[in-house]
């Protein structure tokens, strides 16, 4: 059975960098887009970019030229390196499959705080 697993949140300033990693333990990416999704306390989960598997990728506006979305199919892990952070990119970041998610992949995330 395949599982995502997301790491690389922290607490970083306004204006920092992280690069979160979604790695799986089955051999998915390969054939599927996957998605980076995150929810705010109070807030429902959205969509904030996407890569296919032939390397297309897609951002949500408000993250446009700050964030990169990139993965590496030998490893089965995508990353969204994300640079000039905002206290509303403050969040739990997860990775699915997209557009389509599926129920059982959803993992623990990653938490993101950006303090200012």
């Known amino acids: 059975q395949v599982q995502l697993v997301e790491s690389g949140g922290g607490l970083v300033q306004v204006g920092g960098s992280l690069r979160l990693s979604c790695a799986a333990t089955?051999?998915?990416?390969?054939?599927?887009?996957i998605g980076w999704y995150r929810q705010a306390p109070g807030e429902e989960r959205e969509w904030v970019a996407r890569v296919t598997r032939r390397d297309n990728r897609m951002y949500r506006d408000s993250v446009k030229g700050r964030f990169t979305i990139s993965r590496d199919n030998a490893k089965n892990t995508v990353y969204l390196q994300m640079n000039s952070l905002k206290v509303e990119d403050t969040a739990v970041y997860y990775c699915?499959?997209?557009?389509?998610?599926?129920?059982?992949?959803w993992g623990q995330g990653t938490q993101v705080t950006v303090s200012s």
């Open positions: 089955g051999s998915i990416f390969s054939v599927e887009t």
């Open positions: 699915n499959t997209d557009p389509f998610v599926r129920a059982g992949l």
